[in-house]
């Protein structure tokens, strides 16, 4: 018999966080009532491995049993068990059986044949049970990360109302929650799956720059240039003017505001990218398909907007912390996570949820109209965006900039959101270039489709598919230009729950890229900041074809403006998944089509000024 028990302690609250232990094999042992118990060291160690803040009380295996007798611990105390520990919290899963995590690919494989698993939701009314559909949209699921899928699952089964989910192809763990995936919910909204950043979320801008200004150095002059972007943007006066809320009413029965302004605190970020994955690059469109010009409206939908050799400006950022303190407040009773739709708390939680997603999109215009008053000087509409402007400017003005602005957008995404809709979708009405509807096409009932990073894939006004969105994998490394597409086949896009990925996600967590980066580019470090340098990737997976013969290495001539250390190794290519590989999947499902790829040139994510 060996001397020990391998077994992996698991926090049964956030179960991306996991540990391995050794248990002595003694049977003595098994006993919990015996003072060095394996209960007792599974307690024991769980508080320090998986960073508890207090020590934990209860232990459930897989499929939420509580072991307590000496029978249950010579059952369960195997090799490779696993054991989920509680600080006092309910299990959290669905209560499916001992061998319920055994092959999680397997099951996955199962329940992808099948289309539907269900599971009982006790939100007091423990009759009420509800069918969630499940897709993953990866070719290969046993290519996703393990965690990322217990996460999918766990939330898929264990919160009321969810009646569809869908795993991007990008999907990777979150903290508790899985980043790269839908939940579509009936009568429940669930304010932690979209996260704390409110609204981020990526917007396009074309750029009047050539290609010939962006290329080699006259990059890194253009990447200089790129200053003054870190600080506050003017006044408070001038935040609410930018803000302002032209497309809504001062309602009662909607309870619309005159402006989005989040008050000084959070509008003192206004027009600030933020850390983290956020960034703001200059990319030069390499290959546009179908990008020729028709009258005919049907035609124009399925025209690519972008042009070969056009430059772009592409933003990432959100809601700058307002988001993440609208979730705080809204969580801090009891850290509640689900909430009836017909909660006066779910409707305070929905007006603000949409203010944060506005402000964020304003914060992304605010960005653009600040890179354009570096990158194209002289222009007046820019004007404003120069931080050594006159501080005083009428309003009209700062309307007007943020309307030239708008006249630049190419398209403007929150993939971190939470939206209502009619469900299941229904055929989108025919398209029209001047018609706008009030709401999107009808269907049978109301859903709420909870995006952790995925992107929409329709304009909510007028009910059609967006014709681009923007794929991004991490600096240096290609944006896929990506078409939805709304067909008979995927079931107007309930296949995939109106959703697409959003980048790349990440195949490292933060700390093993900081680690692995750092010592792959040691001495060498000023190879990830050069446009000039472009890297040898034998085994790279940025490229394009990769399994044609002779496949085209697009990796790097990418300028990064980034002084911060951390996170240059965190946010480096080799943390993210194969950007390609990600766009082929969606193809492959039939959710999407690839329209072309960008170049980034200059990519800016913090400058210490």
Sequence with gaps: MPSNTRVTL???????????????????????????????RIIEAAQSKLRLKKKPTRIFVPGGHEPASRQDWERYCINDAEFLVSMGEEYVGSSEGENSRNNLEGKFQRQL??????STHDDGNNDEQSVCSMEVLADDVAELDQTALSQFETTARSLPGIIHVVAQPDLHPGTKFPIGAVFV???????????????????????????AQVQGDKGRKVAEKLRGLEGPWRTQEDCEAWLSADDCTNNDDDNATATYSAGAKWDAALGTIGAGNHFAELQ??????????????????????????ETLLLVHSGSRGLGSDILKTVTADGGQTSMRDDDPKAKAYMQQHDRACKWASRNRDLIALRFLACLEPGDEAWELGDSNAPAAAPPARIHAARESMQRRKVVDIWHNSMEKTAWPPQPPPPPSLHSL???????NEVAYIHRKGAAPVYDPR??????????????????????PLLTRENR??????????HGAGRAMSRAKAADYVRKKYRGQEDQLLRGDVVRSEPSSNKKKNKAAAGPEDVFGGTWVICE??????????????????????????????????????????????
Aim: charged content about 20%; proline content about 7%; overall charge neutral.
């Design 10 to 40: 698991i926090s049964n609250a956030n179960q991306s966080r996991r540990a391995p232990l050794l248990l002595p094999s003694s049977s003595v042992y098994l006993d919990p009532q015996e003072k060095n118990s394996c209960r007792t």
């Design 113 to 118: 044949a099948l289309g539907t698993t269900t």
């Design 185 to 211: 919910s009936q009568g429940w909204i669930h304010p932690p799956l979209i996260g704390g950043d409110i609204g981020c979320g990526m917007a396009w801008y074309r750029c009047r720059l050539t290609r």
């Design 284 to 309: 030069v469109v390499e290959e546009a398909l179908k990008s020729t010009e028709t009258d005919d409206a049907a035609a124009t939908a399925q025209v690519c907007p972008l042009y070969q050799d």
């Design 437 to 443: 509807q009030d709401s999107p096409p009808a269907g």
């Design 462 to 483: 007028t009910g059609q598919p967006l014709r681009v969105l923007p794929l991004p994998g991490s600096r240096a490394t290609p944006t896929l230009i990506i078409h």
């Design 492 to 501: 107007w896009g309930l296949q995939n729950a109106l959703s697409l990925a």
């Design 564 to 609: 911060d250390k951390g996170l240059v190794w965190e946010e480096a290519p080799e943390a993210y998944k194969d950007v390609w590989e990600v766009g082929r999947d969606l193809v492959a499902k039939g959710v999407a089509e690839r329209w072309g790829w960008c170049r980034a040139k200059v990519s800016y994510k913090i400058r210490n000024e």
